[in-house]
């Protein structure tokens, strides 16, 4: 059974009475958030891991948790269908991802003198991806903990890209270049 709602139905939550039965296929991606403060931002995260079936997102150390009135206006109500999880920091969450989920990489999107272009890495599953706070990107705790740093090239006069719009970007490309769950 497939079940596709539009914006419209997401927002008046049609799709608790109509998914009641229905089991959506989760690729393993999972989606970690390292202090990400702008709740538009987190609400369109999960409207894009929505988009992309992603098995969860961690929301850690200061970014806001549902409920939310403005993550749930960007969100569309897909905080009520896609799984998350709070966690006090993404180190926590890393740390325990590579040690249950075997072959896990772990990739930060950020723009580090060590980061390579997002498009020359070679994307498997299962992946973690993490993204940072909109100022200050991913912590550098974080940063020592992953496989490999991933970055879109910018040029323009701007330096970097809003942290969701690189997360769809990315998460794009794995999906292009993996063979999904």
């Known amino acids: 059974m497939s079940l596709k709602l539009n914006a ?3 927002r008046k939550g049609e799709f608790k009475v109509q998914s009641k039965n229905l089991k959506i296929k989760k690729n393993d991606i999972y989606i970690i958030l ?4 702008d709740t538009y931002n987190i609400g369109s995260i999960f ?16 970014t ?20 998350w999880k709070y966690a006090p920091d993404a180190v926590g969450v890393i740390k325990n991802l590579k040690f249950k989920i075997k072959n896990l990489q772990v990739v930060a999107i950020e ?3 060590n980061s390579i272009p997002f498009d020359k890495f070679n994307y498997k599953l299962p992946i973690a991806l993490v993204v940072g706070n909109e100022t200050t990107g991913v912590s550098k705790e974080a940063l020592e903990l992953v496989d490999e740093v991933v970055e879109l090239p910018m040029y323009g006069v701007n ?11 990315v998460l794009y490309k794995v999906i292009e270049t993996t063979e999904l769950s």
């Not at 409207?47 to 200061?62: E, V």
């Open 34 to 37: 390292d202090n990400v403060l």
């Open 159 to 169: 330096i970097s890209l809003n942290v969701m719009i690189s997360l769809g970007i």
């Open 47 to 62: 409207r894009l891991s929505d988009a992309l079936a992603c098995r969860l997102i961690y929301l850690c150390g200061d």
């Open 64 to 83: 806001e948790t549902p409920p939310n009135h403005r993550i749930k206006k960007a969100s569309i109500n897909t905080t009520e269908w896609v799984e």
């Open 111 to 113: 723009q580090t003198k």
């Open 8 to 10: 419209k139905q997401l």
